[in-house]
């Protein structure tokens, strides 16, 4: 049986990746629970579908001994959050870069098939050209951004020098279920879907006409598996090729949930970004292609809703 890890397998992205690949690989999910949880993985762990494994990616002898025989390795740990990276550069560049780093050489030791390794669209930068290409040039503005540009690059030398076969994927804004809303760093879709619930106001950072390239979460996994079973190297974009304003997602979460709250605005944010959107077509390549319209998708999010 092919054999993969997912570092970060506790976490929103991480452990929807774990549930997906448990039914037809053997899967063990390394996590240190600073941002992941436990209670995402307790069911594939108590039906002895996984291994789960409490550990850092800052431990790179832990890394070397449990990366022994595996295949593939799907590297989704970070500390995400562009504001958390403005707030303690030091610690998300720790994590995210020699994180990172640790996780390339381990699989350079064990002779790892291939490592897919989850890059952001924040790497662009605030540039007005729509839409993003693989081939523009980095314009990182947050030191988040900065992080995923080194992991890049990081990932290409280990292709050029070391012969280890690497994937980036871009991802866009991505959004489902397990994706926490209660943390000061969380992502605005669950955030806006626990306030309205709660028929509270969201707020709104500017205008709320800067747009987004929401990408449901089985996009993103399916995006992941198809990566690592064919031949794709290189950096591809992962989102769902549309953009949605920030004012009209709230007025879509709304109508779901059978309400009319109105937004609270502030100020714009350091380091965030007026408009994303992804082009596709490259990673059409090797098979993606997104299966979940915006609203299908918060649908689908609401539905599971357990916060």
Not at 5 to 24: E, H, P, Q, R
Not at 118 to 137: F, Q, R
Request: one cysteine or more; charged letters at 20%; aromatic letters at 10%.
């Amino acid at each position: 049986m092919i054999k993969v890890v997912v570092t970060g397998g506790a976490g929103f992205i991480g452990s929807n990746l774990v549930s997906a690949l448990s039914d037809k690989y053997k899967v063990i999910a390394i996590d240190d629970l600073t941002t992941g949880k436990q209670d995402n993985l307790s069911d594939l762990v108590q039906q002895n579908k996984i291994t789960f494994i409490h550990s850092s990616i800052l431990d790179l002898n832990k890394l070397t001994e449990i990366f022994q025989n595996v295949d593939f390795v799907f590297h989704q740990a970070a500390l995400p959050s562009v504001p958390r990276s403005i707030a303690d550069p030091i610690l998300v560049n720790e994590i995210n870069v020699h994180g990172t780093l640790n996780v390339l050489k381990a699989a350079k030791e064990n002779n790892v098939k291939k490592v897919i390794f989850a890059s952001s669209s924040s790497v662009y930068g605030d540039t007005a050209i729509l839409p993003k290409v693989e081939t523009m040039t980095p314009n990182p503005q947050s030191p988040y951004a900065v992080t995923k540009v080194t992991g890049e690059y990081y990932c290409q030398v280990f292709k050029q020098v070391y012969q280890i076969p690497t994937v980036c994927l871009r991802y866009f804004n991505v959004y489902g279920p397990r994706q926490d809303p209660h943390s000061q760093y969380s992502a605005v879709i669950p955030k806006f879907i626990s306030l309205i619930k709660q028929n509270k106001s969201p707020v709104i950072f500017g205008d709320g006409e800067q747009t987004r390239d929401f990408t449901y979460i089985q996009d993103v996994v399916q995006a992941n598996i198809l990566a690592a079973q064919t031949d794709a190297s290189g950096i591809y974009n992962i989102g769902s090729g549309l953009r949605t304003s920030v004012n009209n997602l709230v007025l879509m979460i709304g109508k779901i949930l059978g309400k009319e709250i109105k937004p609270v605005f502030e100020p714009k944010r350091a380091g965030d970004v007026n408009d994303s959107l992804a082009s596709i077509e490259r990673a059409h390549g090797f098979g993606y292609k997104p299966q979940f319209t915006l609203e299908q998708g918060l649908r689908e999010t609401i539905k599971h809703w357990k916060f």
